[in-house]
């Protein structure tokens, strides 16, 4: 019982990992209405620039939001220069360009930075929160404001202007442009979001698991996971399953026997799939249904 | 009677005139005198290359005449590779007929792994598929299998060497046959594409709702497809197998999913012989890259891939027919 | 009658001096190898998910290059050629056979990687070309039987283990073992070696293992599987990155057992300090060269010419990592195999000379160990020191201690 426990904590705060990671990958999903592989290195390049700042002497929070800023415009920026100009290349091709960015964020981080491992502070302090060390408070913290940007995500979808119009841009760009919103702005206006949750994912994960260049790229496959399998129009979904994919694979590791410890990855994504079939639009997902 | 004869001449002559089929004869003459010009390393590579190719052409089967979305063709790769390698490891079968085997492997698994997938659209089958891909190699590791698999230590194959005592070397002689298989699989590819079947593939693509009201059997052809899709890509497996003589769960990452991935689209979606530029491309530009910069190889690659869709947004095959519409719509004007 | 005799036999002495020399002097080359330079391979992943690794190949062309402006190897420059596999096996084949059909080197050295040397041993072995002292210590390299082109260099894993297990049998005989590995060739070789050296007693000491794959983010769960398994000597088979994560996450969840953790993440820079200076204290390991970070060697000549290396040839690397100290004397440990080829620069030489290494000792190594080879032998390094560390530095705990293989 104590051992399910804290197999149960320890998926959370896993878990807490790939749900911020996969809110930043539904953000981007409600801009353009595709998955964007190099989410993951765009927020390990925005840590590693976190980090770039804190050796040189500024203190955390201003670092923070100094970063998030950066971010934010970092991402407006690929949006204007790399994807405008290729509007009307087929939606292959755009993945092409994803992993092209992938590509050139992940070898430009270790060329700038190298590939030792680096230790990245937590405003959170690592002592174990209640004593018996059944969940550490900066795993705490990371699950409280992955609370806090889903909320403010949705309310930002719901009861804005501008959240609406970019809802209205992704579901349907020309009827939106007939409308009179700016669509070409909008979508600038995910990426940099997207961007700016992304680099708030880094920073609360690299404490966890330590920067370096590859340090995302598993987590960006989990992260995939949750926000798929909780509807990608749907923040909550993602979050309540990137919290579920953390806690079920430490569970299958720990009490599946003989395969469980050595399967773990295969039967989460397994799940998954299955989960897919049955509900095809995922957990929370809209169901679009087609008259024909 | 002589009129008819010389009338099927005349369609002969007038069928073998046309451009397609004097580019792939030509192009087949220079592909066959290669490997008594070139050095037997740059042989091995081009090998490599016809092997992504039909890998390749494997998934423009599936994502470019299908409309289905997969980022799992390593896993079938991999199932093709470890077919032919525990066949001539642990049975002592002889690498030929290892090729149609993991063919048929790979096909069985393909349409069982197309049934479920017939549920998801898009997104989600990316999803899918990604983890199928990601699972193999942790699959291919696992104790259960490792008396088969030979876990992470992977299984070692010998070369086969040229048969009847040719005078060949034994890496022309894998030239020789991976090309004779290029040329078998994707003459296929052709007449499935043209054919009835072929339409009602292309057909699901582009409209699933005009199609099943035509009364195409969706079901039954998109995983019939998948199938397919998965057959061809695992015979590449099973020659990429033998050409590199080794296979191990590392080589067959999601990394490798990817890099089909991208051969496909570079090469055109939906274009056959644009699988052959694919498989060219990803197996020479990493190394182009690596020559311009070892620190930002990556960077580099990343930079070329994007000026590539910039140019040729619809790959290679897609800028060649606006080359050949430019001139066919200027000699029309001219006349 | 008698100055003729002396004549005849200073005369023969004479000619027999120079037709000696002549046969000194007559130079033999392979493809790779002529009278200005040495053509040496190298295999190294620059890209990917061992990338860190990367630095090793750095280091050991910095080096190169600091002998090649020091006058070469007998007069001749060497030409370093490296290629990045992205640790990919099939990238592996493909850049060997470049290195050996396309840029015809003498030999291929330090490729890293057990997968990627597994790939092309076969290959180097049909074709006659050293695959020279491989960048990893899994075990099978030492096979000059089946294998006679290949070499490993540093210690083999089950080695290292297997002094692990003699430390425990002979400290701790009734503690029990929980043990974290890395669920591939690397981590199974270890817990083989420690499996073979608790002997009889592994089934009752072993009480816990927990496999872990680099695709994974944290190894928390099985951190926590462990200590839920009442294993007191935790073996830690893990790379930095997961080392650092798991003394961590132990100091984390309030575990505290006898921690043994595998030298390739003793890394004080690179793995301890991440982890936290005050969590790793008391970690033991075993390792077989100086700790650039360790303020002990600060006068010592070894050191002082690393550091010098470092600060001419290589200011980007990275001191406090112990890969720049690899790089440089692995690279060493080449130098002077080619040295001692001489003249006779045959590949078949090489693997002689290689497999006549004889009391070797080189600055950064551990004082008291030396590089040891023989036909029968191609385990260059067999002596490891346990070390403990201290919350500093790593301090040596009891004497050097050979590292036996029970065979594979």
Known sequence: MDLLLHQVFAGLSTGGIYACMALAIVMIYQAIDNLNFAQGEMAMFSTFIAWQLLQWGLPYWPTFLLTVTISFCGGVAIE???FKPLKNAPV??????????????????????????????????????????????????????????????????????????????????????????????????????????????????????????????????YGFAGAVVGGLSSPLGAVVSGFSVGVIENLAGTFIPYVGRELKLTIALTLIVAVLTVRPSGLFGRILVSRV | MARRNS?????????????????????????????????????????????????????????????????????????????????????????????????????????????????????????????????????????????????????????????????????????????????????????????????????????????????????YYKSMTFGVSAFYTGVA???????????????????????????????????????????????FVPNIAEHVSKGLAGAVYGIILILVIYLMPSGAAGLVRLIVGKIARKSARQN | ??????????????????????????????????????????????????????????????????????????????????????????????????????DEVLLIFQSLGTPSNTAIQKYMNAKKVPQLFVATGATKWGDPKNFPWTMGWQPPYQAEAGIYARYLLEKYPNAKVGILYQNDDYGKDYVKGMKDGLGAKAATMIVAEQPYETSDPTVDSQIVNLKASGADIFFNVTTPKFAAQAIKKAAEIGWKPLHLLNNVSQSVGGVLKPAGLDNSTGVLSSYYLKDATDPAWKSD???????????????????????????YTVAQTLVQVLKQCGDNLTRENVMKQAANLKNIELGMLLPGIKINTSATDFYPIKQMQIQRFTGERWESLGPVMNGEVRGN
């Open chain 3, 1 to 102: 009658m008698k100055h003729r005799g002396l004549r005849l036999l200073t005369v023969a002495a004479i000619g027999l001096a120079l037709g000696m020399q002549s046969a000194f002097a007559q130079k033999k080359y392979d493809p790779g190898a002529s009278d200005t330079e040495i053509k040496i391979g190298n295999i190294n992943p620059y890209s990917g998910p061992a990338s860190a690794y990367g630095l090793i190949g750095k280091s050991i062309a910095a080096y190169f290059k600091k002998v090649n402006a020091e006058g070469g190897i007998n007069g001749r420059k060497i030409n370093f050629i490296s290629y990045d596999d992205a640790y990919s096996p099939p990238k592996a084949v493909e850049q060997a056979r470049k290195l050996v059909e396309s």
């Open chain 1, 80 to 82: 204007r220069v790399v």
């Open chain 3, 301 to 327: 000549p070894g050191y002082k010419d690393w550091l010098a290396f470092m600060d001419s040839y290589f200011p980007d690397g990275d001191k406090t990592s112990s890969f720049t100290v690899y790089g």
């Open chain 2, 7 to 219: 009338q099927n001449w005349n369609n002969l002559r007038a069928a073998l005139a046309r451009p397609q089929v004097i580019l792939t004869v030509v192009s087949l003459t220079i592909a066959a005198s290669l490997p008594f010009a070139v050095k037997n390393f740059i042989l091995f590579q081009l090998t490599l290359a016809m092997v992504y190719a039909i890998a390749i052409l494997g998934l423009n089967l599936l994502t470019g005449f299908n409309g289905q979305f997969s980022l799992g063709h390593s896993a079938f790769f991999a199932i093709g590779a470890y077919t032919a390698a525990i066949m001539m490891d642990r049975f002592d079968v002889a690498y030929y007929w290892t090729l149609p085997v993991a063919g048929v492997v790979c096909l069985a698994f393909g349409f069982l792994f197309g049934l479920p997938a017939l549920r998801l659209q898009g997104i989600y089958l990316a999803l899918a598929t990604f983890s199928l891909a990601v699972a193999m190699p942790q699959i291919l590791k696992s104790t259960p299998l490792e008396p088969w698999t030979g876990g992470v230590q992977g299984i070692v194959i010998i070369k086969p060497d040229a048969p009847f005592g040719l005078q060949l070397s034994s890496d022309q002689w894998l030239y020789f046959l991976t090309l004779a298989v290029v040329v078998l699989m994707f003459s296929c590819a052709v007449n499935l594409t043209n054919s009835r079947t072929g339409r009602a593939i292309v057909a699901i693509r582009d409209n699933p709702i005009a199609a099943r009201a035509m009364g195409v059997d969706i079901a």
């Open chain 1, 92 to 221: 292959l091709s755009h993945i092409v360009i994803f992993i092209a960015l992938f590509a050139i964020l992940n070898s430009s981080a270790g060329f700038i930075w190298d590939f030792t491992i680096k230790s990245f502070p937590t405003p959170f302090g690592t002592a174990p929160l209640f004593g018996n060390g059944i969940i550490s408070s900066h795993d705490t913290g990371m699950i409280a404001v992955t609370i806090v940007l889903l909320v403010l995500l949705f309310a930002f979808f719901r009861y804005t202007r501008i959240g609406l119009a970019m809802r209205a841009t992704a579901a349907n760009p020309e009827s939106a442009r007939l409308v009179g919103i700016r669509v070409g702005w909008m979508i600038a206006l995910g990426w940099g979001m997207a961007a700016a949750i992304g680099a708030v994912a880094g920073m609360m994960i690299a404490p966890v698991v330590f920067l370096e260049p590859n340090m995302m790229l598993s987590i960006l496959l």
């Open chain 2, 237 to 283: 497996g099973a020659l990429g197998a033998i050409v590199i003589q080794f296979v191990a769960p590392d080589s067959f990452t999601f990394a490798f999913s990817i890099g089909l991935f991208v051969g496909l689209v570079v090469g055109g979606v939906g274009s056959i012989p644009g699988a052959l530029f694919g498989g060219l491309f990803v197996l």
